[in-house]
């Protein structure tokens, strides 16, 4: 039995699509079930010449062979889900949980009519938040609800359960990041419900003694779109030198930039029991290690980096993403 949760350490957009599928293509999971919020959230792919952004879909999608799942716990816009679908070709092994709550337009006019979402959280105005609060009030529509759904209906933690006792290899994904949980979180400044990696496996249905392993997500440096404190935040000019801006996958807003955060790290790994870290975009801090596969490839002060981590954070480094190709990866799990 083995049963792999990946989580973000930081505010989101650490690069957990990346690992993801980086895990998915390598480990060849026999499900890859999706947790978290819902389409607030984008996980970016690239494989194979293609990039996907993906809100609904798991990113470890580009595994053939592996099964596709939405655990109750995620909000699913049909609209979103349909188009997704179509992108990805994975029709027929995709399958949603009865019990995933459905975004309604309503909810959307509710997130982006709100001065205080949208004006002052920053919400992505997806109909997240106002979702889960009609959910928490009983009254959210359901997917078994939806006639357009039922072709992708099953029970998920069934699935799920079912193929972690058989001893096949699942993988979790969650979404949004540490700091924007609703519990753990730099409040009110948030999400809309828990993101660390044991709400992830709540949303999937796994019981906390069925998990192997949680995998944190950090980038090399931190980011966050919307408001809230980003300790060390630089100057758009600033970060703009260092390479260090980016752009919302989903809602295309500027992301804020700071450098890694050693302090938000540590509390990560103990919010979420985190046993391996992943680090992304080493090689936008430094370019010589672009697109390297092997630790030796590693410039001084890269190693100096991920060790200088590892002390801080007291588990091991042991994938560094060095690219944003899937396979743009130093994978170390053999040495640790
Ligand atoms: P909401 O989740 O749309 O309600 O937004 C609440 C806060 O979380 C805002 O600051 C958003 O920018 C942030 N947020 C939500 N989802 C993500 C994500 O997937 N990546 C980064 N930030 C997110
Ligand atoms: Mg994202």
């Not at 480990?27 to 919020?37: E, M």
């Not at 470890?60 to 099964?67: C, M, R, Y």
């Not at 391996?276 to 080493?282: F, V």
Request: hydrophobic share 35%; with cysteine.
């Amino acid at each position: 039995m083995t049963c792999h949760v990946l989580v973000g350490g930081f505010f989101g957009d650490e690069g957990k699509g990346k690992i993801v599928s980086y895990l998915a293509i390598k480990d060849k999971p026999s499900v890859c079930v999706r947790a978290g919020v819902g389409t607030n959230a984008g996980h970016t792919v690239e494989y194979k010449g293609k990039t996907y952004k993906l809100r609904q879909i798991p990113s470890g999608f580009i595994q053939e062979k592996s099964k596709i799942l939405i655990g109750p716990g995620v909000l699913i816009n049909p609209d979103i889900l349909k188009k997704e679908v179509e992108e990805t070709g994975v029709g027929d092994r995709l399958k949603i949980d009865r019990q995933c709550a459905i975004i309604e337009e309503k909810h959307i006019e509710e997130d982006r009519g709100s001065s205080f979402l949208k004006g002052k959280i920053g919400s992505t105005g997806t109909g997240c938040g106002p979702c889960n609060a009609e959910r928490a009030m009983r009254r959210v529509k359901l997917a078994k609800d939806i006639p357009d759904l039922a072709h992708y209906i099953t029970d998920v933690p069934l699935e799920v359960n079912t193929a972690i006792n058989e001893g096949e290899h699942v993988l979790i994904e969650g979404t949004q990041g540490t700091f924007l949980s609703l519990y753990h979180g730099t409040y009110p400044f948030v999400t809309s419900k828990d993101t660390s990696a044991s709400q992830a496996c709540a949303d999937v249905g796994v019981g906390p003694t069925k998990v192997d392993e949680v995998f944190v997500v950090f980038k090399s440096f931190t980011t966050r779109v919307g408001a809230g404190v980003l300790p060390g935040e630089l100057s758009e000019e600033e970060a703009k030198k260092r390479g260090w801006f980016e752009t919302a996958t989903v809602t295309g807003r500027k992301r804020r930039a700071a450098p890694f955060n050693f302090e938000l790290a540590k509390r990560a790994v103990m919010l979420n029991g985190a046993t391996k870290a992943a680090i992304t975009k080493l090689d936008v801090i430094y370019p010589e290690c672009s697109g390297a596969r092997s630790i030796d490839k590693l410039p001084e002060e890269g190693l100096t980096f991920i060790r200088k981590v590892e002390e801080v954070i007291k588990i091991p480094v042991c994938l560094i993403g060095t690219g944003p190709g899937a396979l743009d990866m130093i994978d170390l799990r053999d040495e640790v």
